[in-house]
């Protein structure tokens, strides 16, 4: 197969082959005639510009199986005969994957499904590509030839421009009958329920959104070449204006790195990208289909690119195409992200900061590619109080932006347009959801005291001033664990001394009296500011973080520790160092702090009445040595999803290490219960703000290993208290000790059973 190989009068290879062949497609849909007929010469024409000795397509039909429908090549008489189920043979697969395959030797995959009827076979090269239209595949474009050979990169790229413009055709209904092209719609659009993993608890219905807006409808062939191409220029103007100011005002723009935008720039006023669009609008095409199709060259190129940064730069690309393409259906200045007043968003990757950026009120739950629930993302979503799912297998290509989504944060499972009935069931349950919480409210007041008589301290976790009114609402004793980091990773420049110490001024005027424990910030890892060089570490979460970022490089935590003095004046302050790995880091840290106090008693401004310091056990080398660094701090407090993530070597975003290593490992659980006794004998306070203490289970079981001060999520305040003083602790002391020691992976399932039995309330 080659582009133009043989046929002179069409032009040479390449962009220009490319171009006289979607101009021939062009001219074919405007005739007249059935939908097959056109199709017929569609392949027709794709066959003869196209050199191979097969070109066939195959669209979906309203049985979700993918049917032969036009050959250039096989037997004429297995058109509409052969048909393969979604995944079947090697057609099934590209559609399910959604990816073009390449192969020299079709017998030889293991995929491959013989069809006797389309006489294949003496056929051995193969190359199929998906009939790809918002995330759905209408169909496939397959290409063989008899002799075993390898398709060049620019024949992949040539295929995938013509699936790109079939696809096109295919979705304005000119390639099967109206009925059929409804009949496979509403097959597309059809009610569906899908599992991953629960991350955040809750139900939340609404419609989707994505982080990559979907392509406006469009038509494909231009019916005036000037005026498209006018639009064109017009366009690509307005972009690169966009580009320039939002350059101009970077400072406001919080979430998008200067880098980033330089290189949109370089890609704006790129010449060739330029060329490219022009050189498709005059081969007939629309201004909007000329960007899909030079996109989808892009992509395809870009994708075999073995150097990482030009694939990363990929997304740059495809993001300046969607601004392109909203430019041109009227959007002011491509930018605008409209939600909806209930927005479910629907994306693979996010990072905590961006998710604090989107609008609050609007934003009412997340489906995320994959993720634990001890991750940022997962923290900051529960702080916010949207339910979230995680590694739902195919959310991103079965939902439509706008369909109607339901979210359940508990169970893991997303129903993606549901039908009347199940939207109801839902508001009822949510319902009943809500009427629970009003029930925890109504005991905010009972003492968390255990059936024997132990007084158990419950905190809130918190870190951001809306996180605040929880404190009251749970009565929840203070604050155990404020993320300061939360203000960090927001905006685009790190927070003024000034900015920090309103933020806690406010916190604290919102505390009203009760304790809220500051920690410094915790940046690194996968909390990342965008201002912030970024850290070279393989692996950051065990790298240039917390205290170790802020030991080496002092100004900012000294910045942090002015404003919390300011903020606390005339009040008690507690703060926090995160991710202490040796006792001597805390005399590096109270030795900022002293002269930090100095320096305001130099300018002679007022002090906190008290001030108390405290360090995190994160890492097992803290916890081996809690006996040590107790005596040097006023509080210690187990950050357990650290703490775990050190212990079993096991990253805690990542929702497959989560599922393969539980907290409620007997060693784990003995682990803890020994930097407990650690702690007695410096005798220093030990409290833990890890969020697994969500999970009833392990909060029990950290009272049995002798804890009695815990800082949880503002939700699980309720139920815990309620838990607290349903149990006996003496008893499940009693019950783990006769098992740490045991080999088990979890003690999950005789635990539970062991509180049911005793009567340990759990929600
Ligand atoms: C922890 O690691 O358990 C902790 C409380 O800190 P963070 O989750 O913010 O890392
Ligand atoms: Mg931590």
Redesign the pocket.
Known sequence: MSIEQTRPPHGGHGDRGITVLLRSMHDVVAEEGSAQDRLDRLTKVIASHIVADVCSIYLRRPDDRLELYSTEGLKAEAVHETKLDWGEGLVGLVAQNHRPLVTENAPAHPSFAYRPETGEDPLRAFLGVPLIRSGKTLGVLVLQNTSARRYTDEEIEAAQAVATLLAEIAASGELLSQEETEAVGEMLHRPERLKGAGVVPGIAIGRAIFLEPPTPKHKVFASDLAVEAERLEESLTALRASVDKMLSENDKLAGVSREVLETYRLFAYDRGWKDRLRTAVFSGLTAEAAVEQVQSENRARMMQARDPYLRERLQDLEDLSHRLLRLLSGDEDGSSRAMFDDSILVTRVMGPAELLEYDGGKLKGLVIGETSSTSHLAIVARALNIPMVAGVEGAMVRAEEGDTLILDGAAGELHIRPTAEVVESYKAERKLQSERRFAFTQERELPPCTLDGVDVKIMMNAGLALDMPHLHDTGASGVGLFRTELQFLIGSQLPSVATQEALYREVLDLADGKPVIFRTA?IGGDKTAYYMEQGQDGNPAMGWR?LRMALDRPGMIRQQLRALLGAAEGRALYVMF??VTLPDEIDQARALLDREIERRERQEKALPSEIYLGA?I?TPAAAWRADLIGPKVDFLSI?G??LAQFYFAADRDSDRMQRRFDGMNPGFLGFLKMTVEKAISANVRLSYC?EQTADPLIAAALIGVGMTEFSLPATSVGPFRRQVRSLNRSHIAEWLDARLTSDSVSLREEFHAFLQSNGVDFE
Do not use: C, I, K, V
Request: charged share 30%.
């Open positions: 915790d917390g995160p991710l995190m994160e950050g999803n650290d890890g």
